[in-house]
């Protein structure tokens, strides 16, 4: 019932910027939050930002004052926008919805590459 396609993946060099795209199959209100997480090889998947259906936000230390989460409501989109680039960001990068904690359903895209490589 629930598909997200994300998109806006790419190659960019460090300090470079890049806007991912999450594009739900429905209102992004009908979830209690969303956000981006990202995983390299080898590694755990790791929260990067969040966005609840009330607006409130929360980012992960390692990005937090170079990413923003935001949503386009009319599109049923949610973006993260990426500024300063390092090349640790390197990963893919996944939508996620989340339904509410009471009893919690995650939903996934499947996910972009974002390279950070000079």
């Known amino acids: 019932q629930v598909q997200l396609v994300e998109s806006g993946g790419g190659l960019v060099r460090p300090g470079g910027s890049l806007r991912l795209s999450c594009a739900a199959s429905?209102?992004?209100?009908?979830?209690?939050?969303m956000g981006w997480y990202r995983q390299a090889p080898g590694k755990q998947r790791d929260f990067i930002a969040t966005?609840?259906?009330?607006?409130?936000?929360d980012y992960a230390d390692a990005v937090k004052g170079r990413f923003t989460i935001s949503r386009d409501n009319a599109k049923d989109t949610v973006y993260l926008q990426m500024n300063s680039l390092k090349s640790e960001d390197t990963a893919v990068y996944f939508c996620?919805?989340?339904?509410?904690?009471?009893?919690?359903?995650?939903?996934w895209g499947q996910g972009t590459q974002v390279t950070v490589s000079s």
């Open positions: 996620n919805a989340a339904t509410h904690p009471f009893a919690r359903v995650d939903f």
């Open positions: 429905r209102s992004v209100f009908s979830f209690y939050e």
């Open positions: 966005i609840t259906s009330g607006g409130t936000t």
